[in-house]
C-alpha cells in the first residue's frame, strides 16, 4: 500500500486555514474525545515524554525555558508548568488556548501563533516539545529549522506522535479502527465527522518514523533517539541540537 505524505513548504497558507478552523470547532469536545478515542493512554504517553525531561535535569530543571508547540488546550503544558519550569505554551487555534486558560491548565505565557514562525531569538529554549502536532503542520521542514533555532546548543526537541505500527496484523486492526471507529466516534460526541476523518487521514499519510527522523537531521539536528509506546502506535522522538 502507497500512502500520500502531505507536505507543503512552499504555500501551505490554505492548508493553515483549513486545519485551524477544524481545531477551533472540534475544541469544546476535544479532550473528552482524546481520553475516549485512546482509553486514556496518551496520559502515559505525555507523562513518559515529561519524565524522559526529568531524569536527564532533575536537579536543575525548574530553572529550563521550554517551549510546548501545538499545546491545544494544554494537556501537556499543565504537567510541565506544575514542575516549575519556565514555560510557553504556543498554538494557532484562539479557541483551543481560552479554552485551555478556563480550565487552569495553560499557565505562564500563552501565545496564540504558527509553530513555522516561532517570534523567539536565536538559542533561546532548553526545550521544546510538541505532542500529537507536527502531522498538522504542512511546512514541516521550515518548523524543524525554526525549532533548531531558538533551540540552545545542546537543547532537545521531544516530539510525541501517533505512528503506524510496523506489525501488519496490529496494524490492520489499527488502520480499521482510524477510519470507521474514530470518525463514528467522532461524529457522535462532536457532531463534527468531517473533522475526525481529517485526523484519522493524517495519520495514515504522515511520515513514517524512518523519515521524519531524517527530515531532523537534515535540518540540522545532530543526533535522534526514538522510544516506541504501545505496540508502536506512538513514538516520543527526542532531537538533540
Not at 497558507?13 to 496518551?42: E, M, Q, W
Not at 501545538?70 to 504537567?79: A, E, M, N, P, V
Request: proline letters at 3%.
Amino acid at each position: 500500500m502507497t500512502l500520500k505524505v502531505k507536505i507543503d513548504n512552499t504555500n501551505p497558507a490554505d492548508k493553515k486555514h483549513y486545519i485551524r478552523g477544524i481545531f477551533d470547532s472540534i475544541t469544546p469536545t476535544y479532550d473528552l474525545l482524546n481520553r475516549v478515542l485512546s482509553c486514556g493512554i496518551d496520559n502515559l504517553w505525555r507523562r513518559d515524554l515529561v519524565r524522559n525531561i526529568l531524569a536527564r535535569n532533575i536537579a536543575e530543571y525548574p530553572n529550563k525555558k521550554i517551549l510546548d508547540l501545538c499545546c491545544g488546550t494544554g494537556d501537556l503544558s499543565k504537567r510541565l508548568n506544575k514542575a516549575g519550569t519556565d514555560l510557553f505554551s504556543l498554538d494557532f487555534s484562539f479557541n483551543m488556548l481560552k479554552n485551555g486558560i478556563n480550565r487552569g491548565w495553560l499557565g505562564g505565557v500563552n501565545i496564540s501563533g504558527d509553530a513555522a514562525k516561532l517570534s523567539f531569538k536565536d538559542d533561546v529554549f532548553d526545550f521544546l516539545t510538541i505532542a500529537f502536532g507536527i502531522r498538522n503542520i504542512p511546512d514541516i521542514d521550515i518548523f524543524l529549522s525554526e525549532s533548531l533555532r531558538v533551540l540552545k546548543p545542546e537543547g532537545r526537541l521531544l516530539i510525541l506522535e501517533l505512528t503506524r505500527p510496523e506489525n501488519r496484523f496490529i496494524f490492520f486492526f489499527y488502520r480499521l479502527y482510524l477510519t470507521k471507529i474514530i470518525p463514528f466516534i467522532g461524529r457522535i460526541i462532536s457532531g463534527k465527522r468531517e473533522a475526525y476523518n481529517y485526523l484519522a487521514e493524517t495519520i495514515l499519510t504522515f511520515l513514517n518514523r524512518d523519515m521524519l527522523i531524517e527530515k531532523t537531521k537534515v535540518s540540522g539536528f545532530k543526533h535522534v533517539e526514538f522510544k516506541k509506546k504501545t505496540f508502536g502506535i506512538a513514538t516520543i522522538y527526542i532531537c538533540i541540537k
